[in-house]
């Protein structure tokens, strides 16, 4: 196998067909007829950065509700039309984005698009229906309430983002989720969604200009007058000093940790390299050298690994581990020496070009699916990436030296200045 | 597209599955014991998870050091899985490093090493595992009613094992079992993706027909006898969510039955997913979704079945309304099991549930992965003709046929009921 070979085989300009349909829509497909199914998927302005702070999880809430009626079917029959198909479609809500992610046989692609621009432009909250959706809700929130690892995660943005809205789950909390009304789901709907910055991908058995078609046919025409502004971010307060919380839970087996620091942009020039210097801290191989000394050799854990959260605004470092209670302040402790190491030293020639092999290597493995691709694609645009990106990835690994691995991990991680949330007994 | 197979056995006894698919430059290779939890006798249980664990641990060759990076370092993954009747180990890499996969399972099929010490930290490791398993209410409430429904046969304990099994076994017990089931001819071999057969075939030969086959172990064989009389049974933890966990006694995957009891699976729960590498579809307009979930007896409702070698278990896991009692969630459950027992269902829904089926074999085929695990997968509970033939064997289901087999399968002396009571905070 050569490298021209692999190259033609990621997408690239060559096989990306992109065009912004006149309402603002952005579309973004690519074929292929290796299986006959197809994927949908995309983002579109209506975050939970709307959220007031009094219903957090409206967001959430709506983007949950949409395919619960619309104008032109029930509940049970939009979910008909999908699964006797074999089709599905769902909505979720991150920050910055809601999104969805849809799939169906190629030859049923007319039919997901249908239900897809119908949800979102169409959706009428049927009363009934919101109040059952509030109750799984809520549910579904007292269940991760039991889960150390979301508690875990919960109070480290805490602690990290503080007044900051990355604080706030997106989900919400039991109080604010039952405040929210009818009304609002609709308002929220009225004013956020719109065509302008939503982006639509279309892969798999589909002729590149005959999907723009569809897309066109189903999504072309909507058009929404007055759509809010998605609000300003303000600037994230770097902490000053390490700050730990410890989450106290009952009848639990094993604590979580979560340790870190904020990272870099998804736009960032030195997110290539901070992506590769935490390959090394807490991927590579069996979990990096996080995994090296929690997991293999001191077997406190049999999960330990880092990861860097980089998107629109200021992302997040982080390191996580699922202990026995008892060892709790020794993986906490041996997770920190690794910090400080990381920082101090920085990473060998020898680690480096591992990871560079890895990252290189591993592109065409992500690619594999339509979902793959579709998530590729997404990426390119939601972050600038050019249409050549993947094309020009290994380059841009490869350019990546120990100095800017080093530099980008001073940079963003003190050791003296951690968030350390710990989850459990 | 050209997709050609190969099936052939190596001259001590290894099964050799290939398949070239050239839609990108990528190959997966798989390699299959038939050795899972079933194989476990009491104060071993768990154990060949553990072996499963120290296979990643190095041999003379591939020092543990260097074995975890080497495949990373050229971009491929790999990862291992346990289960009830087999253990699998694949690694799936950029199609001109393939043999490097090959090399590490030939040599690992023999020559691990279960250094004493490495065994010492993979003890507290698998027993983490464990613990973070006892954290989630479903697991505790799983391992009961697993354990309820199999007094006899070997299906009654969790693949991780028992914690008393976790802290006992020994390195030998770890390395005599490998030595037992680790041999060619109890595995298979599948590779997929983009390479030519012959030199493939050629590569696989050398490197694995020098491996010496060895006496076939005996598996436990002591098969469950008919339950007589519905079991009842309840686990209490921490939490405030209510579940249910409702579990029929299901025939093999081999068996005749199977096959309708899918298509009613399909339309009772949404159809299982037998794929390990695509997800499946959503199950709101199944008949338990609108009747559980939609009636709000449920916040959500799964039903699933599995392919086993011996029979084993229909688990439908419900997650109890706030505002119901466990009993009227089951009662709510029980009439709906009584009408696919006493009215035949309609062609339009096993044509559906065909339907469904079809797009789930049409997603799974998108992964090399997911195609070469296949090959090995179904010759772990029955043959490849058995996947190659699903869609046909659904497609000539009747609706006799589901009904007979509701009758036969899901009635309440063929099943355990489970109840996961939480116990409010500050009682505990």
């Known amino acids: ?425 | 597209m050209k997709k050609s197979l190969t099936v052939t056995t190596l001259s001590n006894g290894l099964k050799v599955f290939l398949k070239e698919i050239h839609t990108a430059p990528i190959i997966s290779s798989w390699i299959w014991y038939r050795v899972g939890s079933r194989d476990e006798v009491q104060g071993r249980t768990g154990i060949s998870h553990w072996v499963e664990h120290m296979q990643f641990k190095g041999t003379p060759q591939f020092p543990a050091s260097m074995l975890d990076k080497a495949i990373s370092r050229e971009g491929g993954t790999w990862n291992a899985m346990t289960y009830l009747d087999w253990t699998a180990y694949y690694e799936t890499m950029p199609a001109d490093k393939i043999d490097l996969a090959l090399r590490l399972e030939a040599d690992r099929m023999v020559k691990s090493q279960f250094d004493e010490k490495e065994v010492a930290s993979e003890r507290t490791v698998i027993i983490s595992e464990r613990e973070g398993n006892e954290n989630e209410p479903l697991f505790q409430l799983g391992e009961a009613v697993q354990q309820a429904a199999f007094r006899i046969h070997p299906y009654h304990h969790e693949v991780i094992g028992d914690m008393a099994d976790l802290h006992s076994i020994t390195r030998d017990d770890l390395y005599n079992h490998y030595r037992a089931f680790y041999i060619p001819n109890n595995a298979v071999m599948a590779v997929a993706g983009d390479f030519e057969t012959k030199p493939m075939l050629a590569r696989i030969r050398e490197l694995f027909e020098p491996i010496p086959a060895g006496p076939l172990p005996v598996r436990v064989a002591r098969p469950e006898g008919e339950q007589r009389g519905e079991i009842r049974l309840s686990v209490e933890g921490a939490g405030s969510t209510t579940y249910l966990q409702v579990c029929y006694h299901f025939p093999a995957a081999s068996h005749p039955d199977f096959f309708p009891l899918i298509v009613l699976d399909s339309l009772l729960a949404g159809p299982s997913n037998f794929n390990m590498f695509s997800g499946g579809i959503s199950n709101k307009t199944s008949r338990l979704y609108r009747a559980l979930v939609d009636r709000e007896y449920a916040v959500s409702v799964y039903g699933g079945a599995q392919a086993t070698v011996d029979p084993f278990l229909y688990s439908i896991v419900l997650t109890v309304h706030p505002k119901r009692k466990a009993e009227e969630t089951l009662a709510a459950l029980d009439a709906e099991i009584e009408r696919v027992r006493r009215e035949k269902v309609t062609k339009a829904e096993i044509a559906r549930a065909i339907k469904q089926a079809k797009a789930l074999f049409a997603y799974g085929s998108e992964s090399i992965t997911n195609q070469a695990c296949w090959m090995g997968y179904s010759e772990m509970f029955a043959d490849y003709g058995w996947f190659e033939n699903y869609l046909n064997r659904l497609a000539a289901v009747t609706a006799k046929d589901v009904q007979r087999v509701a009758n036969e399968y899901f009635k309440p002396q063929n099943r355990v009921v489970g109840m996961y009571v939480p116990v409010e905070k500050g009682k505990a």
């Open chain 1, 1 to 425: 196998m050569t490298m021209k070979k692999i190259n033609s085989a990621l997408p690239g300009p060559n096989d990306i067909y992109r065009e912004v349909l006149p309402n603002g829509i952005t579309v973004l497909t690519r074929s292929n007829f290796n299986s006959p199914s197809a994927v949908v998927s995309g983002y579109f302005d209506a975050g939970s950065l709307f959220d007031p702070d009094e219903k957090l999880g409206l967001a959430d809430f709506v983007t949950s509700a949409l395919m619960r009626g619309t104008k032109k079917h029930s509940f049970d029959e939009i979910y008909n039309i999908l699964e006797s198909s074999g089709a599905s479609l769902g909505f979720s809500t991150g920050v910055h984005k809601s999104g969805f992610h849809g799939r169906s046989l190629a030859e049923d692609l007319p039919l997901l698009l249908g239900l897809l621009a119908e949800t979102l432009t169409q959706p009428i909250f049927p009363k009934v229906e919101i109040e059952k959706l509030r109750s799984q809700l809520l549910t579904s929130l007292a269940i991760s309430a039991e889960d150390t690892a979301e508690m875990a995660s919960e109070t480290f943005d805490k602690i990290l983002y503080r007044d900051h809205p990355y604080s706030r789950p997106e989900e919400g909390t039991p109080e604010t989720v039952k405040r929210i009304t009818r009304d609002d789901l609709m308002r929220f709907h009225r004013e956020c969604y719109g065509p302008r910055g939503m982006v639509i991908v279309v892969v798999g058995a589909v002729d590149a200009e005959e999907a723009v078609r569809q897309v066109k046919r189903a999504l072309g025409g909507w058009q929404v007058r007055g759509q809010k502004e998605p609000p300003a971010l303000p600037a994230v307060k770097p902490l000053q000093k390490t700050v730990t919380m410890h989450h106290r839970m009952r009848g639990k087996s094993q604590s979580d940790i979560v340790i870190g620091t904020n990272g870099p942009r998804r736009k960032d020039a030195d997110f290539t390299a901070a992506s590769l210097g935490n390959n090394i801290l807490g991927q590579f191989g069996m979990m990096g050298r996080i995994g090296d000394v929690v997991r293999e050799k001191e077997g406190l854990a049999y999960y330990a690994y880092s990861s860097l959260y980089a998107g629109i605004g200021p992302g997040s470092w982080e390191v996580s581990a699922g202990v026995n209670p008892a060892n709790v302040t020794k993986a906490t402790r041996l997770i920190v020496d690794e910090l400080k190491r990381f920082v101090q030293e920085g990473v060998t020639e020898d680690e480096l070009a591992d990871s560079k092999a890895n990252f290189i290597g591993r592109l065409p493995l992500s690619l594999e699916s339509n979902g793959g691709v579709a998530g590729a694609l997404l990426n390119i645009e939601r972050y600038d990436l050019g249409l050549d990106y993947y094309q020009r990835y290994a380059d841009l690994v490869n350019e990546v030296t120990c100095e800017q691995v080093l530099s980008v991990a001073r940079k963003f991680i003190d050791p003296a200045r951690l968030a350390i949330a710990v989850a459990g007994p």
